[in-house]
């Protein structure tokens, strides 16, 4: 009878430490997936933090491109700018003349 509950005691002993191993390998498993992902998450979120950076920089410049169209488009409805135009490209008005500095 001792014989036999010895037997049970080792048997019982090597399985439960054979299920205290399995136990153990899926916590190792489970912990290196997640440190895995984690620094996976953070590679990718930091690559797209970057791509918004790009954004609002190419955005902040496109905006200040439109400002400066807008100001041409009001400058170019003021006939005394288009005068201003005309002139640089050698157009002139009616009775104006040239005058040519020799430098």
């Given at each position: 009878m001792a014989n036999e509950r010895q037997r049970r005691s080792e048997a019982t002993s090597a399985g439960s430490k054979r299920r205290m191993r399995f136990y153990w390998a899926g916590v190792v498993i489970f912990a290196c997936w997640a440190l895995y992902t984690l620094i996976n998450q953070e590679f990718s979120m930091n690559n797209e933090s970057q791509r918004l950076s790009d954004a609002k920089a190419q955005k902040v410049a496109s905006e200040a491109q439109m400002a400066d169209l807008k100001?041409?488009?009001?400058?170019?409805?003021?006939?005394?700018?288009?005068?201003?135009?005309?002139?640089?490209?050698?157009m002139t008005r009616d009775g104006e003349k040239i005058i040519q500095s020799a430098e």
């Open positions: 100001q041409e488009i009001e400058r170019l409805s003021d006939p005394e700018y288009i005068g201003q135009l005309a002139n640089q490209q050698g």
